[in-house]
């Protein structure tokens, strides 16, 4: 067994050693301590956190402060149970739902993320022409894959922004974004999957598609709520009960053909940055100040976001949860020195933050939803390159058909440890 093996099974153990503090410090009130990320085999210095910059987490709503025996801390919320965690030296957060929305983060390895639902990752740092990069190595279902994201001071928080590890040629892109000639009837073939048959009264899918920007709506709003489906499989029994009378009512609110074209739209507006960032991509890594979140909230444009991972957030009558899948949009300016957003949610599964109301997201968490939309649509991009053609799309244009560029800074970055999952 070598060194990186005995790290990452060492990481675990803690991880089942903190779990216990977890459900003891809950048993007699628990309590909340910040994160802090790691760098390689050092930890990466950030600014201080403004507390209420990720206020989906770091603060749950309704629920109490407290400290716990052996140096832990915990925290619960409205429901009772317990959100976030810090044992030693790492911290677990998890959602309303009780799945983790974190993981472990050490600040003398890299980063260790870890989920009941079979996911997780481990981060490393490195530098690219004196731009710092974070490598991800995902791992779903003993499956990895990479991810790239820039770490990007703003207004004083701490945030990480997706960087393309592939760049596709413009003639690409622009197939991406303009209409087809003739609209595609596709078969998914998820209609029949138990999370379809979850959702299916939520969530359905165009009849035909007369775009590749639709195609990608459809698929990112399918991805998200299909890892959704088996994180919530993964949670306790509780939990799943919960949800499952959630589901009896999702039927009766489906999301709107218009709240779909608002994520169409804003598909393509990520389809363009990608696209100007491909231009530029061998001279210059992202600017993760355009790129990122930094931009949306100054470009007077009324984005959509599409939650990720369940949040607590502020709304008028105290707190709410947003779940996977929803949809949410910015509600006017931010004001230059808030850390966090006003946003209306457009879209929702349940009844706890109803459709129309007014709900406070910190800006982290917005960037996450950013991330996570950013690199669902480059996985999107990627099946529509290769299902071109004859039984698939309409054939691409030889100059689109090219493969794509790995980019700079993903073709130095530290490679994963395989033995490591």
Same mark, same amino acid.
């Not at 997201?361 to 996570?372: C, F, I, K, T």
């Given at each position: 067994?070598?060194?990186?093996?005995?790290?990452f099974?060492?990481?675990?153990?803690?991880?089942?050693?903190?779990?216990?503090?977890? +459900?003891? +410090? /809950?048993?007699?009130?628990?309590?909340?301590?910040?994160?802090?990320?790691?760098k390689?085999?050092?930890?990466?210095? %950030?600014?201080?956190v403004?507390?209420?910059?990720? $206020?989906?987490?770091?603060?749950?709503?309704? !629920?109490?402060?407290?400290?716990a025996r !052996?140096g832990s801390?915990? =925290?619960?919320?409205?429901d009772?149970?317990?959100?976030?965690?810090?044992?030693?030296?790492?911290?677990?957060?998890?959602?309303?739902?009780?799945?983790?929305?974190?993981?472990?983060?050490r600040?003398?390895h890299?980063?260790?993320?870890?989920?009941?639902? #079979? /996911?997780g990752?481990?981060q490393r740092?490195?530098?690219?022409r @004196?731009?710092?990069?974070?490598? &991800?190595?995902?791992?779903?279902? @003993?499956? =990895?894959?990479s991810?790239?994201?820039?770490?990007?001071?703003?207004?004083?928080?701490?945030?990480?922004?997706?960087a393309?590890?592939?760049?596709?040629?413009?003639?690409f892109? @622009? *197939?991406?974004?303009?209409?087809?000639a003739?609209p595609?009837?596709?078969?998914? #073939?998820w209609?029949?999957?138990?999370?379809?048959?979850?959702?299916?009264?939520w969530?359905?899918?165009?009849?035909?598609?007369?775009?590749?920007?639709? *195609?990608?709506?459809?698929?990112l709003v399918a991805?998200?709520?299909?890892?959704?489906?088996?994180?919530?499989?993964?949670?306790?029994?509780a939990a799943?009960?919960?949800?499952s009378?959630?589901?009896?009512?999702?039927?009766?609110?489906?999301?709107q053909?218009?709240?779909?074209?608002?994520?169409?739209?804003?598909v &393509? &507006?990520?389809?363009?940055?990608e696209?100007d960032?491909?231009?530029?991509?061998?001279?210059?890594?992202?600017?993760?100040?355009?790129?990122?979140?930094?931009?949306?909230?100054g470009?007077?444009?009324? /984005?959509?976001f599409v939650v990720?991972?369940?949040?607590?957030v502020?709304?008028g !009558?105290?707190?709410?949860?947003?779940t996977? @899948?929803?949809?949410?949009?910015?509600?006017?300016?931010?004001?230059?020195?808030?850390?966090?957003?006003?946003?209306v949610?457009?879209?929702?599964k349940?009844n706890? $933050?109803?459709? #129309?109301?007014?709900?406070?997201? !910190?800006?982290?968490?917005l960037?996450?939803?950013?991330? %996570?939309? &950013?690199?669902?649509i480059?996985?999107?991009l990627?099946e529509?390159h290769?299902?071109?053609?004859?039984? #698939?799309?309409? +054939?691409l244009?030889?100059?689109? =058909?090219?493969p794509?560029?790995q980019?700079?800074?993903?073709?130095?970055?530290?490679?994963?440890?395989?033995t490591?999952?």
């Amino acid at each position: 067994m070598n060194r990186s093996t005995l790290i990452f099974s060492a990481l675990l153990l803690s991880s089942a050693t903190a779990e216990s503090m977890i +459900a003891a +410090a /809950h048993a007699s009130k628990p309590a909340v301590a910040p994160s802090v990320p790691g760098k390689g085999a050092t930890s990466i210095r %950030h600014k201080e956190v403004h507390p209420e910059a990720k $206020c989906g987490r770091c603060k749950p709503a309704g !629920g109490e402060l407290h400290s716990a025996r !052996g140096g832990s801390k915990a =925290a619960s919320g409205r429901d009772g149970q317990s959100r976030d965690a810090h044992a030693r030296d790492m911290d677990f957060h998890h959602g309303p739902d009780g799945m983790r929305a974190g993981g472990i983060e050490r600040r003398d390895h890299p980063v260790v993320v870890a989920s009941r639902g #079979g /996911h997780g990752y481990i981060q490393r740092s490195y530098s690219y022409r @004196g731009h710092e990069f974070d490598h &991800r190595t995902y791992y779903l279902h @003993g499956v =990895a894959y990479s991810r790239f994201y820039q770490p990007y001071h703003y207004r004083g928080i701490a945030l990480h922004v997706y960087a393309p590890g592939f760049y596709y040629a413009p003639a690409f892109y @622009g *197939w991406a974004y303009a209409p087809w000639a003739r609209p595609v009837a596709w078969e998914w #073939g998820w209609t029949g999957r138990p999370w379809y048959r979850y959702y299916g009264g939520w969530f359905r899918p165009y009849p035909v598609y007369t775009s590749p920007s639709l *195609w990608l709506t459809d698929y990112l709003v399918a991805q998200t709520l299909e890892v959704a489906y088996e994180e919530r499989m993964a949670a306790a029994a509780a939990a799943a009960a919960r949800h499952s009378t959630q589901a009896a009512d999702l039927a009766s609110s489906p999301m709107q053909p218009e709240v779909k074209q608002a994520i169409v739209e804003e598909v &393509r &507006r990520q389809l363009a940055l990608e696209n100007d960032e491909a231009r530029t991509s061998r001279q210059n890594p992202p600017d993760p100040a355009s790129s990122g979140l930094a931009r949306m909230l100054g470009d007077g444009i009324a /984005h959509v976001f599409v939650v990720a991972n369940s949040l607590e957030v502020k709304s008028g !009558g105290g707190e709410c949860a947003v779940t996977e @899948g929803d949809v949410i949009q910015l509600n006017g300016p931010v004001a230059p020195d808030s850390v966090a957003a006003n946003l209306v949610v457009l879209a929702t599964k349940g009844n706890d $933050c109803p459709k #129309g109301s007014i709900v406070t997201v !910190g800006l982290a968490d917005l960037q996450e939803m950013q991330n %996570h939309m &950013r690199a669902t649509i480059d996985q999107g991009l990627g099946e529509l390159h290769s299902k071109q053609g004859p039984g #698939g799309f309409p +054939a691409l244009p030889q100059s689109a =058909a090219v493969p794509p560029v790995q980019s700079g800074f993903a073709a130095i970055a530290p490679p994963p440890d395989p033995t490591a999952r």
